[in-house]
C-alpha cells in the first residue's frame, strides 16, 4: 500500500472520528438541555402548587379575620346565635372552599352551619334551648332550619380540639387533624381565632374548618389545570 494511500485513509478516519465525537457531544447537550427544560418546569409546577396552596388555606383565616372585625365593629352579636345562624349561612354561599363556619363560647354552647359532601347545608345549635345537646337541622333554600336530623347528647364546644388548640395558644392557629363530628365522620382542621372581652377573658372561639377531603380534590384539580394548560410536558416527579 501506498504512503499516498495511508495518508488519506488516515485523513478519513480523523473525520471520522471528529463527526463522531460531535454527534455523541450533539446528543448529550441535547439531554442536558432537555433535562434542564424538565426540571425548570417541574419547579415552576411545585411553585404554582405551593402559591396556590397558600391562596387556599389562607381563606379560613381570612373568614375569621372578617368575623372578628365585624364583632369589634359590632356587625354581630356573639350571643345572638339565630343572628349569627343566618351571617354564618351567607358567608358559606360566599366562601365555596369552606366547609363550615361556627362560634362556641365559653359556656360551652355553640352555633355553627355545615356544607356537607352532598352540597346541602346543616345548622348545629347548643344553647339554653338545647340544654347540655347539639341539634342538627336540615335547611332550606333560604337557610332556614327545617327537620331535627340529629342530637348530640351532653355536646361542650370547650373539649372539642379546635376550642382548646385556640384556647392554648391565645392567637389565630391551625388545630391538630381531627374526626368531624359529621355523618359520615370526616378528618379534618380547623383554623381557629379566639376572641376575648376588653378585661382580656376568653368570651369564645370562632371556627372555620378544612376537610381533607376536600383539599385532596383541590389539589387533583390542580395538578390536572396544570398539565391540561402545559405547564408540565411529563409527570411530575415528587421527591
Known sequence: MSIRIILIL????????????????????????????????????TSHINDSLRSYLR???????????????KRINLKDFNGLEKYFY???QEFETVSY??????????IGVERTHDGSFHIEVRDELTGNNKYTYSTDKN??????????KNYDARKRPWY????????PVWSQ???FFTKPPRLGLTAVNPIYDEKGTLIGVLDCD???????????RLIKIAISTGKIIQKPCWY
Not at 23 to 44: G, T
Not at 164 to 171: D, G, L, S, T
Request: aromatic share 10%.
Open 10 to 45: 488516515l485523513f478519513i478516519i480523523q473525520i471520522l472520528i471528529s463527526v463522531g465525537l460531535t454527534s455523541i457531544f450533539s446528543f448529550q447537550n441535547s439531554q442536558i438541555a432537555v433535562n434542564d427544560v424538565a426540571l425548570q418546569l417541574r419547579n415552576e409546577l
Open 59 to 73: 381563606i379560613p383565616f381570612l373568614v375569621n379575620k372578617i368575623n372578628v372585625d365585624s364583632f369589634k365593629q
Open 90 to 92: 351567607n358567608q358559606l
Open 101 to 110: 363556619i361556627a362560634f362556641g363560647d365559653n359556656k360551652g354552647n355553640f
Open 143 to 152: 337557610g332556614n332550619r327545617g327537620k331535627i336530623l340529629n342530637i348530640r
Open 164 to 171: 382548646i388548640a385556640a384556647e392554648n395558644a391565645k392567637r
Open 177 to 179: 387533624i381531627y374526626t
Open 210 to 220: 378544612l376537610t381533607l377531603e376536600a383539599l385532596s380534590v383541590f389539589l387533583s
